[in-house]
Structure formats: C-alpha cells, structure tokens
C-alpha cells in the first residue's frame, strides 16, 4: 500500500538522521565529562548530563519510528503511530527528570561555591558543543518536518536545548575564569531552566495527543468550508477531527437531497473525502469518515 511505503521510508530517513545523533552525543559526553572533570567545571558536567539524556531519546526515538512504522493490521486498524507519540512524551518527562536534577545540583553549589575556576581549555569545549548542537538541531528539525515525526521533532528540541545549555555553561565557565566563580553553577541552573521548559513543552503537547483532543478550529473550519463547496452537498454539520500520530483522521456529516440514489449519495461522500484529503494543507489527512443524511430531515426536525 502507498500509505505503508510512505511509513517505511520515514522510518529508514528518521533512522539515518538519529544514528548521526547518537555517534554525536557519544562523542560529546565525553569530551564534557573529560573537560568538566580535569577542568574543574560544574556547568560542563550539568551539560555532559544533558549530552547523555539525549544519547537516551536517541534510542527511545528509534524504538519509536521503528514500531511507528509497523502497517496497519487487523488489531490495529488505525495503525500504530500512536506508539510514536508516547515515546515522545516519555522523552518529555525524561527531560523534566534530568532538568530538576541538573537545577538542584546546580542550586547545591551556589551555596557551596567551587573552590577552582575552571580551565580555559572548557571554555573551547562549551564552544564545539553550541556550535555542533545546533548544527544538529537544524539537521534533525529539517528532516522531522519533512516527514511529519513528532518524536523526531521532540528530539530536535533536545538538541536546540543542549545548545542553549552549552551556551549558558560558556557563560558562566567565562565569567568563573575571570573570578566570578559562582557564575559556573548559576549556569548549570540557567540549563537546567532550559531543559524543563522543552520537557513540559513536549509532554503537554504529547499528553494532549494520547487523549484525543480535537485539532483547531481553524483546520475544523478549513474541513467544513472544502466539503461545503462540494458539488451535491447541500449542508455540513458535526465534523471531528483527530490526531494519530502524525496525520488526521476525521469524521463529517453531510446533507444531500433526499431523493437522490445511494448510489450517487456514495459517489459525493467519496468526493467530499478525496477533496478534503487533497486540499487541507494545515495537516495530513489520512482518512475521512462521511455521514449521508437527507437534507429534508433536518428541515423537519428545526420546523
């Protein structure tokens, strides 16, 4: 089927772009660790920290585009894209677990200052890890949209807020090297900030997603104003659409006269469908479920 083998490639594409990640984060972990280590730095140990939490969403991702990715079967009928979504919110809550802890260690240390500065040689270390973070974090943004994967847009964040942390620990490890030496901590709690904040950014966005909450008004109007102009359709009403995974699946009732066949009552559904499914730009439209009813009995039922 064409919806299988789109399925298939997202998953071989988000796979390629997250086994680049995990041999990035490998690398970093440990250049952090060493620098931080040797280098008397508690911002760039909170920032390996980070580096590690990733190297996990990496793997959780894979896990999830890979059984994503699975057709639809007769268990599953609508797929198994949801399996995506929650690895993804658990990587929010992975974040926010690791964000707490960086913040409390960090908050630890404001009060117990280090006794060393650190080297300047960590200051070099925080500066490959902004600039490759990032880079990285375009790279993984750019690809998650083009195929629409929610857990590896979430990983993108990780990347973009292991930037944001490097830049916060450059900071402070500058600011500890010219004397001010709780600027290192007060860092690794700025991270830590930055590191919350993406993980209830993708929880709540997740959570939202698993309970089946509606999509916006504006795309339930986009749906009702393409079916409306549907040649044969004479009223649209009670139209619901939802998310699984990364496409819509949505349901519509449709007025057609009363006196028409059902056979060309079907021929206008399956057209209603096919000019809803192309012409919603806002979001992939997988499927739509479209009621016939005669237009004269809700004429009845307001008279």
Not at 100 to 126: E, M, Q, R, T, W
Not at 280 to 294: D, G, L, S
Request: aromatic fraction near 8%; hydrophobic fraction near 45%.
């Amino acid at each position: 089927m064409k919806e299988d083998k789109k399925i298939r490639e997202k998953y071989t594409r988000g796979r390629k772009v997250t086994i680049l990640s995990i041999f990035v984060n490998v690398c970093l972990i440990f250049l952090k660790l060493l620098a931080g280590i040797f280098g008397h730095s508690a911002a760039i140990i909170a920032d390996a920290l980070h580096s590690a939490s990733d190297l996990i969403t990496d793997f959780a991702c894979i896990v999830g585009l890979k059984y994503s990715s699975k057709p639809s079967d007769e268990k599953h009928p609508y797929g198994h894209e949801k399996i995506e979504t929650l690895i993804s919110s658990m990587m929010g809550i992975f974040l926010i677990i690791t964000g707490v802890k960086i913040g409390y260690d960090g908050v630890n240390s404001i009060f117990h200052p280090p006794l060393f500065a650190p080297k300047i040689f960590v200051l070099v270390i925080a500066l490959i890890s902004i600039i490759t973070k990032e880079s990285l974090y375009r790279y993984t943004f750019f690809v998650g949209k083009k195929i629409k994967s929610k857990s590896l847009l979430a990983n993108a964040w990780h990347h973009r807020s292991d930037a944001l942390s490097s830049l916060a620990a450059f900071i402070g490890i500058g600011g500890s090297i010219i004397g001010f030496k709780i600027l290192d901590p007060v860092a690794a709690v700025i991270i830590a900030f930055f590191i919350v904040k993406a993980g209830v950014k993708i929880s709540f966005e997740t959570f939202e997603e698993l309970v089946d909450s509606s999509v916006s008004r504006e795309l339930i109007q986009q749906i009702k104003e393409i079916a409306s102009l549907t040649p044969g359709v004479a009223g649209v009403h009670n139209i619901r659409a939802r998310h699984i995974g990364n496409s819509v699946i949505a349901e519509i009732h449709v007025e057609v006269d009363g006196e028409i066949s059902v056979k060309r009552g079907h021929s206008i559904s399956d057209e209603v469908e096919k000019r809803i499914i192309e012409n919603v730009k806002k979001a992939q439209i997988r499927e739509v479920v479209v009621h016939i009813e005669p237009f004269e009995r809700r004429e009845k039922k307001e008279s």
